[in-house]
């Protein structure tokens, strides 16, 4: 998608979540231009997989594995497209205490660039604030990005930043008794169990998946 100068909320949530546009292992990519779109092909995901037989696989998918990939696939788009429901939920309770400020074009409420952005660097989710807008840093709370600035990665040695992500992993993994060998899976479901304890998230769940893979266990 190439880059806009504004965003609805909805679509800041499905780019934010990565399926606005979303490739589904079967050499397809497909455009989720609203969460509507995206809960039609969460449903079909669902009825799917609810019961498969095992002469099914065979006929259908042509081998336990590839079934085993698909089936990877499609919880993948479900956990992203859950983790989009809680964007876009964010995103509206940001404007509505003023936090971010929208404006209507063509009566759609719109962001700008740099206010979507912003909004996930608060998140603490770098990555994809980048994505909206690649030079936020600049622009992003300058006193914390000059503080950034002045402490190096290199300044936390490797050992320390080791064991921050064990102790994240080892943490997560307490949450939900265990993995289930899939980083984005394992990182929905302990910020959901956060969610359950009416804590707020500390960061999403793209970073968290990215700090589980760091962390050497997948």
């Known amino acids: 998608m190439a880059y806009k100068s504004a965003y609805t909320p909805e679509e800041a949530a499905l780019i934010g979540a990565g399926i606005y546009e979303y490739f589904d292992g079967r050499k397809r990519i497909n455009e989720y231009h609203t969460l509507e779109e995206a809960k039609c092909y969460v449903d079909a995901i669902e009825e799917e997989f609810r019961i498969v037989r095992s002469e099914d696989i065979i006929n259908d998918y042509g081998s336990r594995e590839r079934f085993e990939q698909c089936q990877e696939n499609a919880y993948e788009f479900v956990a992203r497209y859950q983790n989009a429901t809680d964007i876009f939920d964010g995103i509206n309770r940001a404007i509505a205490i003023g936090q971010i400020q929208a404006h209507t074009s063509n009566e759609l409420q719109l962001i700008d660039q740099k206010s979507v952005a912003a909004w996930f660097m608060d998140q603490g989710d770098v990555e994809t604030a980048q994505h909206f807008y690649p030079n936020i840093l600049t622009v992003w709370r300058p006193e914390t990005v000059q503080s950034l600035k002045n402490t190096p990665e290199n300044d936390i040695s490797t050992k320390s930043k080791n ?43 793209r970073q968290l998946t990215k700090y589980l893979k760091e962390a050497g266990d997948y």
């Open 163 to 205: 064991a921050y992500l064990r102790t994240i992993s080892a943490l997560s993994m307490a949450l939900i008794s265990g993995s289930s060998g899939k980083p984005h899976t394992d990182a929905e479901a302990a910020l959901t169990a956060i969610d359950s304890a009416k804590i707020e998230r500390p960061v999403s769940t």
